[in-house]
């Protein structure tokens, strides 16, 4: 069983920075494609980046050139760092562990809030 935890969420003003980070429990992380995505209240859930197992990186187009996914396999640890937040970011973002194959599983962090004032 794997558990991932988010943290660093919380208030910045629009223009600021914050730094997201997903702690994953359990062995094998290094195997997990890690996402980020994120729902804003009365929206459906989005898909924010993706980091594959090679360290291929996307992002949708709403935060291409302001946010960067990264990874830390040997601290169980995906990032998503966050620039130039603008007040349409404001939303629970959520980290997403998936293991491909005839193993496959996936799993959701509780989610950490972020808010981003105009």
């Known amino acids: 069983q794997v558990q991932v935890v988010e943290s660093g969420g919380g208030l910045v003003q629009a223009g600021g920075s914050l730094r997201l980070s997903c702690a994953a429990s359990?062995?094998?992380?290094?195997?997990?494609?890690m996402d980020w995505y994120r729902q804003a209240p009365g929206k459906q859930r989005e898909l924010v980046a993706v980091?594959?197992?090679?360290?291929?990186?996307n992002y949708a187009d709403s935060v291409k050139g302001r946010f960067t996914i990264s990874r830390d396999n040997a601290k169980n640890t995906v990032y998503l760092q966050m620039s130039s937040l603008k007040p349409e970011d404001t939303a629970v973002y959520y980290c997403?562990?998936?293991?491909?194959?005839?193993?496959?599983?996936?799993?959701w962090g509780q989610g950490t809030q972020v808010t981003v004032s105009s």
């Open positions: 997403h562990a998936r293991r491909l194959g005839p193993l496959s599983a996936d799993y």
């Open positions: 359990g062995s094998g992380f290094s195997a997990f494609v």
């Open positions: 980091i594959t197992i090679g360290g291929s990186t």
